[in-house]
């Protein structure tokens, strides 16, 4: 596997693989990698020639007050996970590679940037976008690879690559769990033990309004009050959303009659831990 951190650096050999032929998937990241992250290298592999994995723990995508500083980084261990995982080039730019001085142009994805975690996370998308886009043009992949696990992001990041007539096809992985369903996310190290214990209500409010969906129930405050029901319950969690909207627009769905993202925001009590997790019913994103 390739370090490279410089992004001129990485786009000439983006340049060079693609002038011999090689096709290329790219997988962005903030590191701390896990399973989630390193399922997402299978998949591009299933699809395109080289693998490119980046890391870069973006400040654009932080609101003021989030955990930027504190946010895990574990540079050498990520190397020796992306390696055995297969990756073929790890990009790992600096901040100030990415944002020199005097950096001005911002991607904004309207509305649906605003929603679910866009309404919590003032600016997250905004970030988000922006950086990608760079990525994208760094790297030019013909496939990139996100994580369900953050569906808006998908979502968003579908929106912009069809408005701005990107050529990259999004693929989306599916959610990579704990034994007993919580979601990984290089946040989990925040938790308490005692939230750890209680984090795996959360998909279990979500498979429960699942199984309400298949046998039949639509109605859309019947499925959400019995997600809420189940988090009322949690001693060190509070619900921020559950959110049952259309997978297009994520606008909210009195009824499910095609498919809908079912997406749920949590809090943590004593580390304060924001922890989000999704499922799709009727479909697929
Ligand atoms: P992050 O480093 O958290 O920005 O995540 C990088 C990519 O990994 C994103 O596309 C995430 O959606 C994806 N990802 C994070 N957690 C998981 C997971 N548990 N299962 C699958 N993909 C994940």
């Not at 903030?30 to 992250?37: E, Q, S, T």
């Not at 020639?49 to 980046?54: A, F, I, P, T, Y």
């Not at 559950?242 to 004593?270: G, Y």
Request: hydrophobic share 40%; charged share 20%; with cysteine.
């Amino acid at each position: 596997m390739k370090t490279v951190s410089s992004p001129q650096e990485m786009k000439n050999l983006s340049f060079t693989l693609q002038k011999s032929g090689s096709t290329i998937g790219l997988v962005p990241t903030m590191g701390a990698l896990h399973k989630g992250h390193l399922s997402l290298l299978s998949l591009a592999s299933q699809q395109t020639d080289v693998k490119v994995m980046s890391i870069f723990v973006n400040p654009t995508q932080f609101a003021p007050g989030e955990d930027l500083e504190k946010y895990p980084r574990t540079l050498e261990d990520d190397i020796r996970r992306a390696e055995n995982a297969g990756c073929d080039i790890l990009f790992v730019p600096s901040v100030s590679d990415m944002y020199p001085v005097n950096y001005s142009t911002f991607v904004d994805v309207e509305n649906i940037g605003q929603r679910l975690c866009g309404a919590s996370r003032p600016g997250h998308f905004r970030g988000v976008a922006t950086v990608v886009l760079k990525f994208f043009n760094i790297v030019n992949p013909q496939v990139a690879v996100f994580g369900q696990k953050d569906a808006q992001q998908v979502i968003v990041l579908k929106r912009m690559v069809h408005d701005l007539n990107l050529s990259v096809h999004i693929e989306t992985g599916p959610i990579i769990r704990e034994n007993d369903g919580l979601a990984l996310s290089s946040r989990n190290v925040y938790l308490t033990n005692s939230e750890r214990r209680e984090a795996s209500l959360i998909y279990k409010g979500l498979i429960k309004a699942q199984a309400a969906f298949h046998s039949g129930t639509v109605d859309t405050s019947q499925l959400r009050s019995l997600i809420l029901e189940l988090y009322e319950g949690a001693l060190y969690l509070t619900p921020e959303y559950i959110e049952i909207v259309d997978t297009l627009t994520l606008e909210p769905l009195e009824r499910i009659l095609d498919t809908a993202l079912v997406a749920v925001a949590c809090r943590t009590k004593q580390s304060d831990t924001r922890l989000i997790d999704n499922i799709i019913l009727g479909g697929k994103l």
